[in-house]
């Protein structure tokens, strides 16, 4: 017979996938599924009626006590907050591409966070993984009715929040890379041209690094900011592609450390927003190059 963590691993990536979502935090996320997995050995039950049912029950519960939790320490944090990213060095598979890239962007998950605790929970339960209304009131103990209402409203507000232009993978690499050349060389009118009118720079340093209180706006002061990189760190930096939250993006080093992973939402042929992530705790699982 399988030994328990060999069960358990058979469920780890959906129920990561939810906690992911749900906090915006690979660490919170992890400390999820060991509180999840310690409980269900120490429930004494082999085999519920549903396994996966019953860790997707305890996994959502425990997201939303942790989700109340947090909106106190966020109202606190030190400058703009960005969930903890998911980083990958390597080209993901077009199946990996497909499962990430629509439902887990950085963009994305800002939405998300304008949505009280069980409306992310149900909303994502069921927009995501396809759970049926019976099954989220199981999880959550609503009614179906009631489950339907809560996920048609969050619906309404994401979509009403979520970015407008659709962008080819292909197309927003390109861009990308042609971004990167112009970034590492310092060439302020090339970055400007690739900017939409109205980029908007979003920076967290967790107040443990420098990093934007507020939100730049505009191209020529976000060209100006990354010629400026350029110049005051020339010969100590370098730009690297990297997959983030599965989506191409970069990766920011300063003397052979990673030094922010950054994510980009493209609007058509120009990039129009910019998510840095410096914060060093948020960086803690990136692989250096």
Same mark, same amino acid.
């Given at each position: ?27 919170? @996320?992890?400390?999820?599924? &060991?509180?999840?997995?310690? #409980?269900?050995?120490? +429930?004494?039950? *082999?085999?519920?009626?549903? =396994? !996966? ?100 409203? @969050?619906?309404?507000?994401? &979509?009403?929040?979520?970015? #407008?232009?659709?962008? +080819?993978?292909? *197309?927003?690499?390109?861009? =990308? !890379? ?105 960086? &803690? ?5």
């Amino acid at each position: 017979m399988d030994s328990s963590a060999e069960i358990f691993s058979a469920y780890r990536r959906r129920l990561f996938g939810i906690a992911y979502r749900m906090l915006g935090s690979r660490a919170d @996320a992890e400390d999820i599924l &060991q509180e999840t997995y310690l #409980r269900w050995i120490d +429930s004494h039950t *082999a085999a519920p009626h549903s =396994l !996966e049912a019953w860790l997707v029950t305890v996994v959502t519960r425990l997201c939303i006590d942790r989700l109340r939790s947090a909106k106190a320490e966020r109202e606190v944090y030190t400058g703009s907050w960005l969930p903890e990213p998911l980083v990958s060095p390597e080209p993901l598979s077009p199946d990996q591409t497909l499962e990430l890239a629509s439902d887990l962007s950085i963009a994305f998950l800002l939405v998300l966070e304008r949505l009280a605790p069980d409306e992310r929970a149900a909303f994502l339960l069921h927009e995501v993984f396809d759970f049926a209304y019976a099954e989220i009131g199981r999880i959550l103990g609503k009614t179906p009715a009631a489950c339907r209402q809560i996920v048609h409203r @969050a619906k309404q507000r994401v &979509q009403d929040d979520r970015p #407008r232009f659709t962008v +080819s993978r292909e *197309a927003h690499r390109q861009l =990308l !890379e042609k971004f990167l050349a112009a970034a590492s060389a310092g060439r302020r009118e090339q970055i400007m041209r690739l900017l939409a009118d109205d980029v908007r720079v979003t920076t967290d340093g967790g107040g443990k690094v420098s990093s934007f209180r507020k939100v730049v706006q505009g191209a020529d002061r976000v060209a100006r900011f990354y010629a400026g990189l350029s110049r005051k760190f020339a010969g100590r930096s370098g730009y690297r592609l990297a997959e983030i939250n599965g989506a191409p993006g970069l990766l920011r080093y300063l003397d052979g450390q990673v030094e922010s992973a950054q994510a980009f939402v493209m609007h058509g042929t120009q990039i129009g927003a910019i998510y840095i992530v410096r914060n060093p705790d948020k960086l &803690q699982g990136i692989v250096p190059g």
